[in-house]
C-alpha cells in the first residue's frame, strides 16, 4: 500500500533527512571559515628571503676537500644533497660561479654531481669516452678557469672503464674501431704505449689510470692553463672512481 499507511516512518525519513543536510552544511560552513582564516594567518606571516648557500671553495685545496667530503658521504650512504631546490635554481638562474671543472668519461655509473654529493651550479662538467680530448673539450675544460675564476680541475678515470677497454684491444691487436670511435683509440694511444712498461695484473686498468693522468699533466702544461697552476690559482688533479666501492682516489696534481 505505499507509505499512505505509515506517515510516521515518511516523517521520520524526511526529519533525519533534514538533519543530515542541516549537519553538512554547518560543518562545512566551518571549514571554510578555517580555511580563511589559516589563509589570512598565512599571508599575515612575514615572507622570508632564503639563506644563500654555503660560499664556494675559493682555493683549489677547499675544492678538493670539499669534493672529498662529498665522495666520502656517498660511500657511506649519508647524502645531503645539498643545493638541489628551487631557492638554489633562483639564486643561480643569473650568474654561476661554480668551483670545480670535472673531464669525466660517459659510463652511466660515473655521474659526477652524484658521486660528490654536489648541487646545482657547482661544478662544470664534461663527459667524453675515456676522458679522450680534444680542441672543443680542451676549450670548455679552459672555460670555467679562465673566465670564472674556478680553482680545480678533475680528470677522473674510472674501474672497468669500457671505452679504454675497446681501445687497448684494438691497439694491441692492430684493429680498427667503426665509425668515429676510432678517434677514442687514437686520443688513447698514448696512455696505452706508456701503460705497456707498467707492471700490474690488470693491463687496461693501468691504462685507465695513465690516461687520466696524462690528461691531467697535458691540462697542466696547457699554455692557457700553465700560467694559473704557477700562480697557486688552479690546481689540475688526476683521480680514479672504483665502482665497487663508490670512492675517489687521488692520483696527481693534488694542491698541497
Keep these: 500500500m505505499g507509505t499512505t499507511g505509515h506517515p510516521h516512518r515518511r516523517a521520520m525519513l524526511t526529519g533525519g533527512l ?24 598565512a599571508a599575515a606571516r612575514p615572507k622570508t628571503t632564503p639563506a644563500p648557500p654555503t660560499a664556494s671553495p675559493a682555493t683549489a685545496k677547499e675544492a678538493l676537500a670539499r669534493l672529498l667530503e662529498g665522495n666520502k658521504r656517498w660511500v657511506n650512504g649519508n647524502l645531503q644533497h645539498p643545493d638541489r631546490d628551487p631557492d638554489r635554481r633562483q639564486f643561480v638562474a643569473q650568474t654561476q660561479e661554480p668551483y670545480g671543472v670535472i673531464l669525466s668519461c660517459i659510463d652511466s655509473r660515473v655521474p659526477p654531481e652524484l ?56 691497439l694491441r691487436d692492430g684493429a680498427t674501431l667503426p665509425g668515429n670511435l676510432q678517434a677514442i683509440v687514437e686520443a688513447l694511444q698514448p696512455a696505452y704505449k706508456k701503460s705497456l712498461k707498467q707492471r700490474g695484473p690488470d693491463p687496461v686498468d693501468n691504462m685507465i689510470r695513465t690516461q687520466a693522468e696524462l690528461t691531467a699533466a697535458d691540462l697542466r702544461s696547457n699554455k ?18 672504483s665502482l665497487d666501492t663508490g670512492r675517489v682516489d687521488i692520483l696527481s696534481g693534488a694542491p698541497s
Design 115 to 170: 658521486l660528490f654529493d654536489t648541487g646545482l651550479g657547482d661544478l662544470y662538467v664534461l663527459r667524453t669516452g675515456a676522458q679522450a680530448v680534444g680542441p672543443v673539450v680542451t676549450g670548455s675544460v679552459e672555460y670555467g678557469p679562465m673566465t670564472t675564476g674556478t680553482p680545480l680541475i678533475v680528470v677522473l678515470g674510472h674501474q672497468r672503464c669500457g671505452a679504454a677497454k675497446a681501445a687497448y684491444d684494438a
Design 224 to 241: 692557457d692553463l700553465s700560467p694559473l697552476v704557477k700562480k697557486g690559482a688552479l690546481a689540475v688533479v688526476s683521480a680514479y672512481y
Design 18 to 41: 533534514a538533519a543530515a543536510a542541516a549537519a553538512v552544511l554547518s560543518g562545512c560552513a566551518r571549514d571554510t571559515v578555517m580555511v580563511k582564516s589559516a589563509g589570512k594567518a
